[in-house]
């Protein structure tokens, strides 16, 4: 259980272009979603919350008109990287929970397997 | 500042031996911690969940201790296997659930 999957697993654009990434619970309501970049050999870097039908909130530093942010259903969240640039290259990670695992007694988050996003 | 210190060198260990890995924090009080394994090109995969109130965790050959303290949180595997090479990352929980990470230790396991 618990699974998350995101679309596509790799994406090579020209600068300029939009680029739009999808991450699915497969088998569990996310009432959040969470997406993260990573930079190599680095940490992964929240970079704003989503919660079902409300906007996301966007970390310091991270541009809400830049990186659009839709979670418009329980199991569908997705990434939209307008006018990417080279520097937007990164390894993109979304995350979901909702599920309250019950060994736990709280959310945790469960991942998806990573967008490689290479723009030209 | 609030820090979450891994040890970023890779910690290399001999097949069948113990890995031991460390996580340290500063300015944070987390309701809970957690450890994640990470694999090359890979998103985090959950292992163990270790609250506040709790000493210690096990899973299988996994085991996390929670030091609030001394502000440290231990990973251990025990029989470790070529396998369990990978990059360890521990994140903490503040209030509700985000998450930050540390860095990560990535972790070679010799045969």
């Given at each position: 259980g618990a699974v998350v999957s995101q679309h596509p697993s790799r994406v090579i654009c020209k600068s300029g272009t939009s680029v739009k990434i999808e991450c699915r619970s497969l088998d569990f309501q996310a009432t959040t979603?969470?997406?993260y970049r990573q930079f190599p050999k680095q940490s992964l870097m929240l970079m704003a919350t989503s919660n079902e039908g409300s906007k996301a909130t966007y970390e310091q530093g991270v541009e809400k008109d830049k990186?659009?942010?839709?979670?418009?259903?329980?199991?569908?969240?997705?990434?939209?990287?307008?006018?990417?640039?080279?520097?937007?290259?990164?390894?993109?990670i979304c995350s979901a929970s909702g599920g309250g695992?019950?060994?736990?007694?709280?959310?945790?988050?469960?991942?998806g397997p990573g967008t490689r996003l290479t723009v030209l | 500042s609030q820090k979450i210190e891994q040890n970023s060198e890779a910690l290399n260990i001999q097949e069948g031996k113990t890995a031991t890995l460390t996580c340290n924090?500063?300015?944070?009080?987390?309701?809970?911690?957690q450890w994640y394994r990470q694999?090359?090109?890979?998103?985090?995969v959950f292992l163990l969940l270790i609250r506040e109130n709790e000493k210690e965790k096990r899973k299988e050959r996994l085991k996390v201790t929670?030091?609030?303290?001394?502000?440290?949180?231990?990973?251990?595997?025990?029989?470790?296997q070529p396998a369990d090479s990978a990059?360890?990352?521990?994140?903490?929980?503040?209030?509700?659930?985000?998450?930050?990470?540390?860095g990560g230790t990535r972790l070679m396991v010799k045969p």
């Amino acid at each position: 259980g618990a699974v998350v999957s995101q679309h596509p697993s790799r994406v090579i654009c020209k600068s300029g272009t939009s680029v739009k990434i999808e991450c699915r619970s497969l088998d569990f309501q996310a009432t959040t979603m969470f997406w993260y970049r990573q930079f190599p050999k680095q940490s992964l870097m929240l970079m704003a919350t989503s919660n079902e039908g409300s906007k996301a909130t966007y970390e310091q530093g991270v541009e809400k008109d830049k990186f659009l942010i839709n979670h418009a259903s329980l199991t569908l969240s997705t990434l939209t990287v307008t006018s990417a640039h080279p520097e937007d290259s990164s390894f993109y990670i979304c995350s979901a929970s909702g599920g309250g695992a019950k060994d736990m007694g709280t959310d945790t988050q469960y991942f998806g397997p990573g967008t490689r996003l290479t723009v030209l | 500042s609030q820090k979450i210190e891994q040890n970023s060198e890779a910690l290399n260990i001999q097949e069948g031996k113990t890995a031991t890995l460390t996580c340290n924090y500063t300015n944070y009080s987390p309701a809970y911690l957690q450890w994640y394994r990470q694999d090359p090109g890979r998103g985090p995969v959950f292992l163990l969940l270790i609250r506040e109130n709790e000493k210690e965790k096990r899973k299988e050959r996994l085991k996390v201790t929670f030091d609030t303290t001394l502000k440290q949180s231990l990973f251990h595997i025990t029989a470790s296997q070529p396998a369990d090479s990978a990059t360890y990352l521990c994140a903490l929980n503040n209030a509700g659930n985000m998450l930050t990470f540390g860095g990560g230790t990535r972790l070679m396991v010799k045969p």
